[in-house]
């Protein structure tokens, strides 16, 4: 395997260094190359070449935004004999604990990103002959997806563009996760309540304009973390959506103090009807862990589905 990597690389040295570490989905470890430290995940699963295609494209994409700092991609490879390993710039990164407000409003300023690229392009649009578009430009999105599929955990997403975001969140978020529990559980409990649900979702959007917003996609706090300049962001599952499904997956695990919120609402305040939203971006998570770890999500997912038809 290092052999294999060193030759992918094209480095003569490829000295592993620092203890190997595991997240819930993939291995990593970081390495010392020619061109300095790189950090590398492997995974073995059939869909790790996707996962990391999707992960390798959200990492690119959020660097353009110069927003917030997420590791540079260098490579993905598949392995041989089964898997693939997504090989990134190596960070010396400790807990998140004083860049907490720090990230708030770097990740609004993310999530606003996309925002002022449209805003910009009205006014170069208005001014006749001021419009440009190189190649690093980043450009304006107006629909909700993205150019790859990304993996929320190892669960692919639909990504597929999609102008209106209460039909891109409902079918392409919510229906596949229930897709999969009635494959794997065939609860009846769960679809009886999602077939009330999902006719009543578009209330919770009444007078939304929602423009779409470049989201890190999988902001639990084990993807958040500070080196001695800043906070940093790593293994994203991006695409266009709803800048307030970012917020949820955080708040679930019980993380992130309220200095992070009160930065990011100061550039991105709460809208109404925010808190009723909130519990159905929960439920995604709830759903989606119980899709990735088993029954133990079942309760939550209820709760939040009887607690969101009880309040509309
Ligand atoms: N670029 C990097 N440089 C150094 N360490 C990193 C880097 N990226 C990730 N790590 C460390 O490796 C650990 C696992 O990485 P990561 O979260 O990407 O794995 P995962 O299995 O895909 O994710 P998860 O546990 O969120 O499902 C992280 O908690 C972090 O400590």
Redesign the pocket.
Known sequence: MEIYLKEKLNTSLFTAV?HA????????Q?YVTDRG???V?I?HKPEARK?FDG?AASLEAILKTHTVK??RPIKVANIPTDGAVLV??????NPLSSYAAVLGEQLADLHLHNQKLGRKLWKERATIGKHRNNSEDVLFVDQFGFHVVTCC??IPQVNEWQSDWVTFFTCQRLQPQMDLIEKDYGDREVQELWSQLQLMVPALFCDMEIVPALLHG?L?K??V?EEPSGP?L??PASFYGHSEFELAIGKMIGEYCETFYSAYHQKIPRAPGFKRRFKLYQLFHALNNWNHFGLAYRPLSLKLMRHLLNSL
């Open positions: 620092g570490r595991g997240g819930c989905i993939s291995q990593g970081s430290r790189v950090f995940k995974n996962m992960e997420v590791p990134m710039e190596h960070l010396d990164i955990g190892y999988d639990w084990g993807n973390a940093v790593f293994d």
